[in-house]
């Protein structure tokens, strides 16, 4: 594998601002000739329609899936860390990536707020459905007991254990059944984290608290007496009596 580039593919359907190709997030065509890109450069947010959050996150994930596909087939034989973790990892980070540049979009009313959800659980579905890949489990085990693997530096070993930590308690060594179930429990507990987030966040929203009385703000860090606390009163004069 020349890199983990060789894998991704531009996720967004033609017309959409948005262009993540890869761990690296540009502004578009025009912007890819004028500059290089930098990782998560802001796209054209006043371009960007509600039909494109979905839309681009699905083919994200189709590419994504497909390049799962023909990374576990290339490294069958021999997995090494860099066409094989990092190429992985380059695309997580392009999921990743793009989920957080839609973030801002949160604001924009409950429709784009929906939308954003329903990116983010497909999201989370993704990493999941990842995780309980028992092939993809058993090519980083075999790479982390690989005798070229036992001269990896501490942090690459690591890195390594904790992948597959990770594959385990994601189900990736239960059978189909367990791993469904488990799936459904993930789904539903997201699901139950939005919920509980959106209602925090109203609840946040509409409450007010009226203090009439300054002397409460005493000791808070931003607390300034009121203006005609500051002020000294002028001296009355015996000529005004």
């Known amino acids: 594998m020349a890199g983990a580039g060789a894998y991704i593919v531009s996720p967004w359907r033609t017309g959409n601002p948005l262009k993540v190709t890869g761990p690296s997030v540009t502004q578009g065509a025009a912007h890819d000739q004028q500059s290089p890109a930098r990782p998560l450069d802001p796209p054209a947010y006043a371009d960007i329609r ?12 189709l590419d994504n899936h497909n390049a799962l596909a023909r990374i576990i087939l290339a490294q069958r034989g021999l997995p ?5 973790v990092m190429a992985i990892d380059a695309l997580d980070a392009r999921l990743n990536n793009a989920v957080r540049l839609i973030v801002p979009l949160y604001t924009r009313g409950e429709a784009w707020k929906a939308a954003v959800d329903e990116c983010w659980l497909k999201t989370q579905a993704y990493h999941q459905a990842k995780l309980q890949n028992a092939t993809l489990l058993a090519l980083y085990q075999r ?20 992948s597959i930590k990770a594959f385990r308690l994601s189900g990736a060594e239960l059978g189909e059944t367990e791993r469904a179930r488990l799936m459904n429990l993930q789904t539903s507990i997201s699901a139950q984290r939005n ?3 959106d209602n925090l966040a109203h609840a946040t929203g509409a409450w007010t608290l009226l203090i009439t009385d300054a002397r409460r703000l005493q000791g808070s860090t931003r607390w300034r007496p009121p203006p005609w606390r500051a002020r000294p009163r002028p001296r009355a004069s015996r000529a005004g009596w």
């Open 50 to 61: 509600l039909e494109h959050l979905t839309a681009g996150i699905d083919q994200i994930i």
């Open 80 to 84: 090494t860390w860099d066409d094989l």
């Open 143 to 162: 790479l982390a007991d690989s005798a070229h693997g036992a001269l990896f530096s501490h942090e690459r070993r690591m890195s390594l254990q904790q």
């Open 195 to 197: 919920l509980f987030l």
